[in-house]
Structure formats: structure tokens, C-alpha cells
């Protein structure tokens, strides 16, 4: 099992619509994904100041790194993965991205 963990430095101002559109825009490719088993979001309420800024997340759980790489190609994935970019706090530099595999 993979879970790929995406933690995001959103720019000032940056609408909750906005990031509620790109979180169910992510939810809704689990249809279109076998191996996609499920995706988690929401903000940082961690208290212990280790965020570096990273305010908000989202963890989608693949059964398989072949689901993964699937996902990552993946034209509406790409669309929507650059939305978050473009509202991501520098861009690419506002994004920490962490596949774990996880033994079951």
C-alpha cells in the first residue's frame, strides 16, 4: 500500500472554494482509478510549530506503486495538479509531496 502525502503553503488570500474544488476534484478520480482506495483532506491543527508553514494536506491511499504511477500521468490529475501549483505559495516550492509505502 502507498500513501502519497501532499502538503501545501497556500498563497495569502487563496479562497476556501478554490481549495475545496481542488480537494473533490482529486476525491472524484478515485472512480476513474481501480487502485485509488481512498483520499483524506484538511488543515494543520498540529501544536507543535513543525509545519514550516504547510497549513493544509491531503493523503490519497493506492493499493499499489502501479496505481500510483497511474494516477500521476493521468490528464484530469495533471489539470488539477496544477491548479494547486498556481495557488501553492511559490509554486512548486509551496508543495511537499511524501510517498510512503506502508506495510500491511
Known sequence: ???HCVF???QP???DDLKRGIY???AGLQDHHPGFLGIDYGGNISPEGMDKGH???FIITFSDA???NA???DDEHLAIGARLVAAAEGGKDGILV????VAV
Not at 511524501?98 to 509505502?101: K, Y
Request: aromatic share 12%; charged share 25%.
Open 8 to 10: 501545501i503553503r497556500y
Open 55 to 57: 497549513s493544509e494536506g
Open 98 to 101: 511524501f510517498d510512503m509505502e
Open 1 to 3: 500500500m502507498i500513501r
Open 24 to 26: 473533490e476534484g482529486l
Open 71 to 73: 494516477y500521476l500521468v
Open 66 to 68: 502501479a496505481a500510483l
Open 13 to 15: 488570500g487563496t479562497s
